[in-house]
């Protein structure tokens, strides 16, 4: 699973687990098991606002954008 973080100001925290092809996210999972190759699912067909792009499968492996929460303290100058 590779997975891109794309930074959004947002105060929701994001914790991550993963167990093979399943992405729990703040304790709600989601289980890609049945996207096979070539698959593509849309990010609005996914019932969670914390994926910033489509989900599929690449030669095996599944390509995910996840949201990556940056809270308001972080500020400008924060990285």
Do not use: H, Y
């Not at 997975?3 to 994001?14: A, C, K, M």
């Not at 729990?24 to 289980?31: C, I």
């Not at 599929?56 to 972080?74: E, N, W, Y």
Request: hydrophobic share 45%; with cysteine; aromatic share 6%.
């Amino acid at each position: 699973m590779n997975i891109t973080l794309v930074p959004q100001r947002r105060d929701t925290p994001l914790v991550a687990v993963k167990s093979g092809d399943v992405l729990a996210l703040n304790g709600e999972a989601f289980d890609f098991g049945p996207l096979q190759e070539g698959d593509v699912l849309p990010a609005d067909a996914i019932a969670s606002n914390l994926f910033a792009g489509p989900v599929t499968r690449i030669t095996g492996i599944l390509q995910i954008s996840l949201v990556l929460p940056i809270g308001a303290a972080c500020g400008r100058d924060g990285w």
